[in-house]
């Protein structure tokens, strides 16, 4: 598959795996429990549970996943967190549009990357993200990436897909591993 188009309903059977923001893991040193955002199913029921044995937050939370179906949804891809166009200009470009990018609709961001869900974690809390309004998720061995050919190697593409409803409305990939010409904030919004 070469990207999705627009028009397209969002593939089923996706699933990355985040690590929700909650006050007990506001801390850098906690690390917090991995849970899945089925793109699909929605409405799967996660239990957090942590004991004070191991020295860790005490939370008995219950998550519910979201489906794509019900929102707007935009996913943005890049090659790895903590790397430095992504962390100089992708991502500090939707922090500072959040509430434009609120006021046209979006009820999520997804930054997606290969890393893993602590690193992901890590990288939202590096940047003072203190909400699920931009989610920092892991595409394990970047395997969603690869389905739809928006991958650089072992690593996630940059790219950008918005997806009203369950349907794709906006999916562009940069031709330059450091652009931002189809994936930043700003062209998102364009396009919105």
Same mark, same amino acid.
């Given at each position: 598959?070469?990207?999705? &188009?627009?028009?397209?309903?969002?593939?089923?059977?996706?699933? /990355?795996?985040?690590?929700?923001?909650?006050?007990?893991?506001?801390?850098?040193?906690?690390?917090?429990?991995?849970?899945?955002?089925?793109?699909?199913?929605?409405?799967?029921?996660?239990?957090? &549970?942590?004991?004070?044995?191991?020295?860790?937050?005490? +939370?008995?939370?219950?998550?519910?996943?979201?489906?794509?179906?019900?929102?707007?949804?935009?996913?943005?891809?890049?090659?790895?967190?903590?790397?430095?166009?992504?962390? +100089?200009?992708?991502?500090?470009?939707?922090?500072?549009?959040?509430?434009?990018?609120?006021?046209?609709?979006?009820?999520?961001?997804?930054?997606?990357?290969?890393?893993?869900? /602590?690193?992901?974690?890590?990288?939202?809390?590096?940047?003072?993200?203190?909400?699920?309004?931009?989610?920092?998720?892991?595409?394990?061995?970047?395997?969603?990436?690869?389905?739809?050919?928006?991958?650089?190697?072992?690593?996630?593409?940059?790219?950008?897909?918005?997806?009203?409803?369950?349907?794709?409305?906006?999916?562009?990939?940069?031709?330059?591993?450091?652009?931002?010409?189809?994936?930043?904030?700003?062209?998102?919004?364009?396009?919105?």
């Amino acid at each position: 598959m070469s990207g999705l &188009k627009v028009g397209e309903q969002f593939p089923e059977g996706v699933a /990355f795996q985040y690590i929700p923001h909650q006050e007990e893991t506001a801390d850098f040193k906690v690390c917090g429990i991995p849970i899945k955002y089925d793109t699909a199913k929605g409405k799967s029921l996660y239990q957090l &549970k942590h004991h004070e044995k191991r020295k860790t937050f005490v +939370a008995n939370a219950s998550r519910l996943t979201t489906e794509f179906k019900d929102k707007k949804v935009v996913i943005v891809s890049i090659p790895g967190a903590f790397t430095p166009t992504c962390s +100089a200009s992708h991502l500090p470009g939707y922090i500072e549009h959040k509430d434009e990018l609120k006021a046209k609709g979006v009820d999520q961001v997804i930054f997606l990357a290969y890393n893993d869900p /602590f690193v992901m974690s890590g990288w939202g809390k590096a940047n003072n993200i203190k909400d699920d309004f931009i989610v920092f998720a892991s595409d394990a061995n970047a395997a969603f990436s690869t389905s739809i050919g928006w991958n650089h190697g072992e690593r996630t593409a940059r790219y950008a897909i918005v997806i009203d409803h369950g349907k794709v409305v906006y999916a562009e990939k940069e031709t330059e591993l450091q652009g931002l010409e189809v994936s930043g904030a700003e062209p998102v919004l364009k396009a919105l």
